[in-house]
């Protein structure tokens, strides 16, 4: 461990910028296919479900199984952080982006109720579910992978980065659903055009696959390896025995993480649709805007905690995007022609994101880092972002029409709190020091 504290206050070097940009593009790709679903929810409750139903009911159980994604992540999470404690980053960090590819292709030759009845929604429930599996190793992993790359000073840098590239995988499943819509109409989706976003998926996966074959283990894994500091255990025991506090605050900051994430980019397009009417193309459009301003924001969120901390980043963050996000709701409502503006600067407030895996990778010693990160966050996205769609949904339904904006804001109050009482420092260190500390044992 010598080298990693003689090295810590080096600046960037060429490896780290190759490291960052191969991490961020292979993320770009694998998130890409995890959330092309909610863009195309409407037309697969449409094609998925019977046409008798109510167009509520068929947009509520689309959005379950989006949701499904989210209750599968824990499990292909832990399994991959334990053999990644174990066995190395770069394995798994290859792996989880191979096992993403399978279902999202298969998903693009899927039959629709049409021909297969009822059993054409439950093989699609279990293609979401596989991808869940493969995105619960992918996420926590890359945020270790990068961290662990990187001196300490610039680790917010890394991982917003990380986070900047898999948004940047949102940016371009809204770039290839504007495409199609404007360039197909909506018999010839309905037909067919749906399929080819997840076609193209398939195909993105390995290019990823490709892409992270040109990438080294990190530099504390190895020395650990090296000098045999490695649990000696099963990792998500030692996490749970001796991280309780740690595992709570994780959780917390992933909740905050999901309401930006997927009210205000994933699920705002279909709601604008479905509660003003607004034009599938219009929406489209302002949601690339604002999921280009998300990726400059995480990387901002990422300087800014090197720069200013955690804290600050986080509290200030939180308050804006709440008021923005009611700012984008009631601009739908009222004055349509403002929508790109206003989704464009939630967009880049969302961006408060990039902060929270500053949070997680200062959370847990490195021997336990990635089960501890992929344990809380994946369970916690699970219940909270498998969750959040369904309870708006059904709010809505219930004719609160106002339940994104309220949602998002009561989670932002949770982030200033955070970054009022200190509960984000929980963890505290820096990774390369943590590692040192941990080789002193």
Known sequence: MTSLLENADRPLNRNDAKTLVLAALGGALEFYDFVIFVFFA???????????LPEWVKQLQS??????????RPFGGIVMAHF?????????????????????FAIGLLPTYSTLGVLAPVLLLILRVLQGAAIGGEIPGAWVFVAEHVPPRRTGLAVGSLTSGLTLGILLGSLIATGLNTGFGKEAIAAYAWRLPFLIGGVFGLIAV??????????????????????????LSEVLRGHGRAVVVAMLVTWILTAAIVVVVLMTPTLLQTLYHLPADQVLVANCVASFCLSIGCVLAGLAVDAFGVGPTLGL?????????????????????????????????VGTVGAVPSVLVRCFPPA????GISASYNIAY??????????IQAMIGAGLTDAPALYVGLLCLLGLFLAVTGLHRVGGGAVEAAAVSSAAD
């Open 42 to 52: 409407k037309v697969i409750g449409d094609l998925f479900f019977p046409a008798d």
């Open 63 to 72: 959005f379950g199984i989006f949701a499904a994604g989210y209750l599968a």
């Open 84 to 104: 990644g404690d174990l066995a190395g980053r770069k394995r798994m960090f290859t792996l989880s982006v191979f096992l993403m590819a399978v279902p999202t």
């Open 210 to 235: 490709v892409l992270r074959r040109w990438l080294e283990e990190t530099p504390v894994f190895e020395a650990m390896r090296r000098e045999k500091r490695l649990s000696n255990g099963l990792p």
């Open 317 to 349: 963050g939180s308050v804006v995007l709440a008021g923005l996000t009611y700012l984008l709701y009631a601009v739908a409502a009222t004055a349509p022609a403002w929508l790109v503006p206003a989704y464009g600067a939630a967009g880049l407030f």
């Open 368 to 371: 336990v880092r990635f089960s």
């Open 382 to 391: 699970a219940i909270y972002g498998g969750l959040t769609p369904v309870m």
